[in-house]
């Protein structure tokens, strides 16, 4: 991280520190996130369950989950572009390949998938197979399935820039202002409530037949990465204003709470999936925060943390490996503590502090040894990028 020398839209610049830092920000989300699993109603599955419960983190996994991984996907798809530009299709593949391709195969194959067959195995693997194919393979997947889909979209993405010459022309789109942003959560709400008819939160199939996917949210994924790839031609992340930036933090923060009041008053009638008018509500709510959210972050942090910082800088440098390590380190905490008597709250915090120092100290540690670099998604020690892997 740092100020580096990158061309972009033709001519020299500073690296965006800024973005490297909310990048490392959407990793903390993701692990807080899981932090909070063990202690509230989560709609899906989680390895602990403790005594201590609570109901209010039903809106916290509501409110998180409306933009946590859609704001990775964003900020992922900027930097597709101008590596696709500097390396050419197969450099780019293969970059890809390297990775995130070598750690996805590598804990999906070597890691998850001995152990869940060791702890739920069936007699004839055929039956074991079938079972996670069922579940949409997600036991294996596990919080990977976004590094494959990521992977997939940089496909889809080399796809559409060997057919499409004007796309790789592109440059200085226009900014979009507040009716585009609204007209296009209006959209997007309605693509995201027509496929939870069929799909309801929290239910994983197997997405193009080898990975999971929670169709619920994968409208807001493709075209969270599609609209990060635009920004970039559009340079939209430096060029809007402080001011509408802010603008949209504050929808994106007051429809956040806004969860918590509804859940808080028994207001909470919106619905997972299906026609009924509770389903649009929740695909329209979590768009909206989505879309406010993440465009008032990027401009909050652009000019908070738009400065080099060393701290910052190996935190940053260790995210991917967070990202993969941090189940283990938080299930292990969360299990450690189960026997505590504890407010579920407080046993939250101890897990988010505990669980995020820990993720990031053992990457950056594993980070350390030539073997496991390769698996974690690092490159040799020359290379200065701080997340090589989102780009």
């Given at each position: 991280?740092?100020?580096?020398?990158?061309?972009?839209?033709?001519?020299?610049?500073?690296?965006?520190?800024?973005?490297?830092?909310?990048?490392?920000?959407?990793?903390?989300?993701?692990?807080?996130?899981?932090?909070?699993?063990?202690?509230?109603?989560?709609?899906?599955?989680?390895?602990?369950?403790?005594?201590?419960?609570?109901?209010?983190?039903?809106?916290?996994?509501?409110?998180?989950?409306?933009?946590?991984?859609?704001?990775?996907?964003?900020?992922?798809?900027?930097?597709?572009?101008?590596?696709?530009?500097?390396?050419?299709?197969?450099?780019?593949?293969?970059?890809?390949?390297?990775?995130?391709?070598?750690?996805?195969?590598?804990?999906?194959?070597?890691?998850?998938?001995?152990?869940?067959?060791?702890?739920?195995?069936?007699?004839q693997s055929q039956l074991f197979f079938t079972g996670l194919y069922e579940r949409g393979w997600q036991p294996i997947y596990l919080h990977l399935w976004f590094v494959a889909h990521l992977l997939l979209y940089c496909l889809?993405?080399?796809?559409?820039?060997?057919?499409?010459?004007?796309?790789?022309?592109?440059?200085?789109?226009?900014?979009?202002?507040?009716?585009?942003?609204?007209?296009?959560?209006?959209?997007?709400?309605?693509?995201?409530?027509?496929?939870?008819?069929?799909?309801?939160v929290d239910k994983w199939v197997p997405f193009l037949l080898i990975m999971p996917a929670e169709l619920a949210h994968v409208p807001q994924y493709m075209a969270f990465f599609a609209v990060g790839a635009l920004a970039y031609?559009?340079?939209?992340?430096?060029?809007?204003?402080?001011?509408?930036?802010?603008?949209?933090?504050?929808?994106?923060?007051?429809?956040?709470?806004?969860?918590?009041?509804?859940?808080?008053?028994?207001?909470?009638?919106?619905?997972?999936?299906?026609?009924?008018?509770?389903?649009?509500?929740?695909?329209?709510?979590?768009?909206?925060?989505?879309?406010?959210?993440?465009?008032?972050?990027?401009?909050?942090?652009?000019?908070?943390?738009?400065?080099?910082?060393?701290?910052l800088r190996v935190m940053a440098e260790a995210s991917f490996g967070a990202y993969i390590l941090h189940p283990a380190i938080v299930v292990a905490l969360q299990a450690a503590i189960a026997d505590l008597t504890m407010a579920?709250?407080?046993?939250?915090?101890?897990?988010?502090?505990?669980?995020?120092?820990?993720?990031?100290?053992?990457?950056?540690?594993?980070?350390?040894?030539?073997?496991?670099?390769?698996?974690?998604?690092?490159?040799?020690?020359?290379?200065?990028?701080?997340?090589?892997?989102?780009?």
């Amino acid at each position: 991280m740092g100020y580096q020398s990158d061309l972009v839209h033709g001519h020299v610049e500073k690296r965006l520190v800024f973005i490297d830092t909310l990048r490392l920000a959407a990793v903390v989300f993701v692990i807080v996130h899981h932090a909070a699993q063990a202690y509230g109603p989560t709609g899906g599955f989680w390895p602990v369950h403790d005594r201590a419960q609570s109901d209010w983190f039903t809106p916290f996994y509501t409110a998180n989950a409306a933009f946590g991984m859609g704001l990775m996907f964003l900020l992922a798809g900027y930097f597709v572009p101008p590596s696709y530009d500097r390396k050419g299709a197969r450099r780019f593949l293969m970059g890809r390949w390297r990775r995130i391709g070598i750690p996805l195969a590598t804990f999906v194959l070597l890691v998850h998938l001995p152990v869940v067959y060791l702890v739920e195995g069936a007699p004839q693997s055929q039956l074991f197979f079938t079972g996670l194919y069922e579940r949409g393979w997600q036991p294996i997947y596990l919080h990977l399935w976004f590094v494959a889909h990521l992977l997939l979209y940089c496909l889809a993405y080399v796809a559409l820039r060997q057919t499409s010459g004007s796309l790789g022309r592109a440059r200085k789109l226009p900014l979009p202002g507040h009716a585009a942003i609204a007209s296009f959560i209006a959209a997007l709400a309605l693509v995201t409530w027509f496929v939870r008819v069929w799909y309801p939160v929290d239910k994983w199939v197997p997405f193009l037949l080898i990975m999971p996917a929670e169709l619920a949210h994968v409208p807001q994924y493709m075209a969270f990465f599609a609209v990060g790839a635009l920004a970039y031609h559009g340079d939209w992340f430096r060029r809007m204003s402080t001011t509408d930036g802010l603008i949209w933090l504050a929808v994106g923060v007051i429809a956040s709470g806004g969860i918590y009041v509804a859940f808080g008053f028994g207001w909470w009638k919106m619905a997972p999936g299906g026609l009924g008018l509770e389903s649009l509500m929740r695909s329209s709510w979590e768009t909206v925060i989505a879309v406010g959210a993440s465009t008032g972050l990027i401009i909050a942090f652009r000019e908070l943390f738009d400065r080099p910082n060393h701290l910052l800088r190996v935190m940053a440098e260790a995210s991917f490996g967070a990202y993969i390590l941090h189940p283990a380190i938080v299930v292990a905490l969360q299990a450690a503590i189960a026997d505590l008597t504890m407010a579920a709250f407080v046993k939250f915090v101890y897990v988010s502090l505990l669980g995020t120092a820990g993720a990031f100290a053992v990457a950056h540690l594993a980070r350390q040894l030539p073997g496991i670099r390769a698996v974690l998604g690092a490159t040799s020690h020359g290379e200065t990028s701080s997340v090589s892997w989102w780009s």
